[in-house]
């Protein structure tokens, strides 16, 4: 158990050097730089120059780099090119509305395609080629498109939603939730598809096994076994669906929080792709792939927790 | 922005050589794509409108005979910009698809056929680049290189090339193994051609249902892209920004989000009807559910007095599986009586239907199989058909079940002790600590040289015999009054077959419970049955006292079988086998009644 954590980690923290080195050696191929983005072109090459060595651009890529990671262990990310924020402050406001419409996402898409999974596997016939369908659907629909048509129904027709925007939890709860209904709702679409078909490929196959036979025969209650002893036989790779579907999640974020304006790390990457500011999307990839590798790790520990042959060799 | 499903059945090691005829939906799928690349080459030819020419007086018009898809903000036709906007979102995706592909197959290809440090070496890289946050790194890139999505594109199947490339890998060495590959090594076959000539072929369905899943997800991605600003540049079109451009004006015209949205979800839809048509070729289909749907009845009607007549009574009952040609039946109008007490040995070849039969006596004949006649009426009720509600009375309570592999009878992930608690708490109506010490209790009585230990242990920690003695426990929980055992000492070595045969019949001694064994051992039957019944073909050829039967067998069949049987085997000659065929009692009948017929006419 203890090993394998220190695997995780251990593969955890290349990755992590490697988003930064990626990050930063791609900056040093801009053609143009960073403070020619921001006089624009008519600045003059003595205006340039001083604002590079304002901003430190003027030094050989290693150098900056080096000063960049040693800021991090320090909590500092550096300053947003564009306003002047610290990153560490951008991140700290940002991460928030993100956390809760990936998690939110995550817990609505695990709920119903568990559900629908386990439906479909016992039911089978029909309800299993419905649920391909909604499947196939889930996966095809491009989130933003379904998120646009989201808010023409319930935000203009029906008027019973408001369309963008975000409200911290503690300041509003109420309208909190009502605003996340629908990014919620758009990002959960294709999770929900890939769950629950991977819950119903797995509790099939419990299912299938011979102790179901077995123990119901020796008294044991269908619903209990389905939900008790099939659950527990699908939850590894259900888990491991989930787990990948947190992850996709947070790729969504980028274009939905900009469909929604929800002002979190995804609309952050998306700004500072089109602005140029890498101080701002190297700081907010970075902790978006530390949360990843936090999500993966956790994902592993669990599968050791509920797999009681790995559990006994670790 | 999917991922793959996760199949215990690995489609890498089934992927076939020959893909099937395609069914509707697949051939619906690729005119889609046909029609979707057609109308992208011949663009500037087919397209009614030049895609950039603004006609501000017809703007936003919805579909009209002139303009089939009506028109955009600016008054574009918006076809003609659909049909332009193809090109440059299907050539990103078609590079994203190569890149994928490629990568993956060659990395898999090595990996997988060349083994050792190579192999290592590439998964150990595939698991790093398996962990990066693909999406991030895209915007990484579209920072830099601005605008530049055909390079975001091949990034992202570079990136997320090591999926493919294990899944080729384990293609490769499942066909590596094989004997034909050997041989072909062994006879100096460069491995260049082998891979070429064995190995790929084998990889074939796998590519295409790969490439096409992977395709519907660069699309995806792409369109997102292309909608935040990053893609294509207007005013030139492409699907994701057409979104982008509609969703300003979603308030007034919504129409306008239809056109790009809708090809998008069909192009994405059809490269996935595609791969998953085929993954469900490629993977074995699906598995049959062992677990019993509840039947209908809600009542046990009461064909005779309880306490009185046999214990159990299976009357003309059969068995038969649905199948396209109507029901095909694997047991027919079986009918046999067990006694308070006694001890009732159904003996077969496999095959035979006696399994089927004990399920039937248990109602757990499971998904797809159903019960067509008779009745098992046990202690004056009839069973069949019957509700869950009805049959918690009986299963594990008065009717409890032994199976033939100890190993796979319970259930992995929960202790064995804690799962036999479960049995007690269900079937002998005690609880807390009660439940608990009655759990040592039985195991201390199926004699387990360390109860308390034993019910501490999964499963897969306990030996053959081990686990078929908690199975036995699992079965005394509820108190029964008859056990069906279902050839509980076939699956066990020689050694272990005669303790647990003994501790059966200790436990009928002190029980008094009857037993319904099936087996194909007549030592079993001469050492523990009453009485015997003999099935052939999924009928009942001949039942008799033990005794008779050893003594004075009746049918050709059950002489055969006798005479087959090993423990009466002669040093040094043959085991004699069973040859030919056998009447069944319905083909006596229908002999009869064609002798019948032949006679009255």
Not at chain 1, 28 to 40: F, H, K, M, N
């Amino acid at each position: 158990m203890i090993r394998l954590i220190a695997t995780r980690i251990a593969v955890s923290i290349p990755v992590l050097f490697i988003m930064t080195i990626l990050t930063f050696l791609l900056a040093s191929l801009v053609p143009g730089d960073a403070a020619t983005q921001i006089l624009g072109p008519d600045a003059t090459p003595e205006r340039i120059a001083q604002l590079n060595a304002e901003l430190g651009l003027d030094r050989p890529v290693l150098e900056q780099y080096l000063d960049w990671l040693a800021g991090i262990f320090r909590g500092d990310f550096g300053t947003s090119l564009f306003s002047g924020e610290p990153v560490s402050r951008l991140l700290e406001q940002r991460f928030w509305p993100t956390f809760w419409l990936a998690t939110f996402a995550a817990l609505v898409s695990a709920i119903i395609g568990v559900t629908f999974g386990v439906v479909a596997a016992v039911k089978g016939g029909w309800a299993a080629r419905v649920l391909d369908g909604i499947g196939m659907l889930g996966i095809s629909l491009p989130n933003f498109w379904v998120a646009l048509l989201l808010i023409v129904l319930f935000a203009g027709t029906l008027g019973w939603l408001p369309a963008v925007g975000y409200t911290a939890p503690q300041d509003d709860f109420g309208e909190f939730l009502s605003r996340m209904v629908l990014p919620v709702t758009a990002m959960s679409f294709a999770g929900v598809a890939l769950i629950a078909k991977q819950t119903r490929e797995s509790m099939a196959e419990a299912l299938s096994r011979d102790f179901m036979r077995f123990l119901q025969a020796n008294g044991f209650p269908r619903r209990r076994l389905i939900l008790k002893y099939g659950l527990r036989y699908a939850a590894i790779p259900v888990l491991a669906t989930i787990s990948a579907t947190f992850v996709n999640h947070i790729g969504g974020t980028v274009t939905l929080e900009s469909v929604f304006a929800i002002p979190g790390l995804g609309s952050m990457v998306a700004r500072g792709t089109t602005n140029h500011d890498l101080a701002n999307i190297q700081g907010a990839v970075l902790l978006f792939t530390a949360v990843i590798l936090l999500v993966n790790l956790l994902t592993d520990i669990v599968y050791t927790l509920l797999n009681p042959k790995v559990r006994a060799n670790a | 922005m999917s991922t793959a499903v996760i199949s215990s059945t690995s489609a890498a090691a089934k992927a076939p050589g020959k893909l099937r005829r395609p069914s509707i939906p697949v051939i619906l799928a690729l005119t889609w794509l046909v029609i979707a690349v057609g109308g992208a080459l011949l663009a500037d030819v087919i397209a009614p409108f030049d895609p950039l020419k603004q006609e501000i007086l017809q703007a936003m018009q919805t579909p009209t005979p002139e303009h089939l898809l009506g028109t955009d903000v600016l008054g574009r036709d918006v076809l003609s910009r659909l049909m332009h906007g193809a090109g440059p979102t299907l050539s990103s995706v078609a590079v994203a698809v190569v890149a994928y592909t490629g990568i993956g197959l060659v990395l898999g290809l090595i990996a997988g056929y060349s083994g050792g440090w190579t192999d290592r070496a590439v998964v150990a890289l595939t698991s790093i680049v398996i962990a990066l946050p693909v999406i991030m790194v895209l915007f990484v890139v579209l920072s830099v290189f601005r605008g530049n999505t055909w390079l975001a594109m091949l990034v992202f199947g570079v990136l997320s090339s090591p999926i493919m490339t294990l899944l080729v890998r384990s293609s490769a060495i499942a066909v590596r193994n094989e004997l034909f590959v050997d041989a072909a090594r062994v006879s100096g076959l460069s491995p260049l051609y082998i891979v070429f000539r064995h190995v790929l072929p084998r990889s074939r369905g796998l590519i295409i249902v790969q490439g096409a899943v992977f395709g519907a997800t660069a699309l995806i991605v792409e369109s997102s892209l292309s909608y935040l600003g990053f893609g294509t540049v207007p005013p030139n079109p492409s699907w994701g920004n057409m979104i982008s451009e509609a969703s300003t004006v979603i308030t007034s015209v919504p129409w306008l989000l239809v056109p790009p949205g809708a090809v998008i979800a069909l192009t994405a839809l059809s490269l996935g009807v595609i791969g998953d048509s085929l993954r469900d070729s490629v993977s074995a289909g699906w598995s049959t559910s062992k677990l019993t749907p509840s039947g209908r009845r809600t009542e046990a009607p009461r064909v005779a007095e309880a306490g009185t007549g046999p214990l159990l009574a299976v009357r003309d009952l059969s068995v038969g599986y649905h199948s396209a040609g109507g029901i095909v039946p694997i047991v027919k109008d079986v009918s046999f009586e067990i006694g308070r007490g006694e001890t009732l040995g159904l003996v077969g070849e496999s095959g035979s239907g006696k399994t089927t039969v004990a399920f039937g006596v248990l109602g757990v004949i499971g998904e797809g199989v159903a019960v067509t006649g008779g009745s098992v009426v046990f202690d004056g009720a009839d069973l069949v058909g019957q509700s869950d509600a009805v049959l918690a009375q009986y299963r594990g309570k008065r009717i409890a079940y032994i199976a033939q592999e100890p190993m796979v009878a319970l259930g992995p992930s929960h202790r064995v002790g804690d799962q036999l608690r479960e049995a007690i708490e269900l079937n002998d109506g005690l609880s807390g600590e009660a439940a608990q010490q009655r759990v040592i209790e039985l195991l201390t009585l199926v004699e387990l040289r360390d109860p308390a230990g034993s019910a501490r242990k999964y499963l897969h920690e306990l030996s053959g015999g081990m686990a078929q003695r908690v199975s036995i426990a699992f079965a005394l929980a509820g108190r029964p009054e008859l056990l069906v055992a279902d050839e509980p000492t076939t699956a066990l070595d020689v050694t272990v077959q005669a303790g647990i045969l003994g501790l059966l019949m200790r436990l009928r001694e002190q029980t008094g419970m009857s037993l319904l064994i099936i087996t194909h051992d007549w030592g079993v039957i001469a050492d523990v049955c009453d009485r015997v019944v003999v099935m052939y073909k999924g009928e009942i050829v001949e039942q008799a006292t033990a005794e008779r039967i050893f003594a004075e067998p009746q049918h050709p069949y059950t002489q055969a079988l006798l005479t087959s049987n090993p423990h009466g085997a002669q040093p040094g000659q043959d085991l004699p086998v069973i040859t030919g065929t056998f009447t069944t009692p319905s083909m006596e009948r229908a002999a009869l009644a064609g002798a019948g017929t032949g006679a009255a006419s």
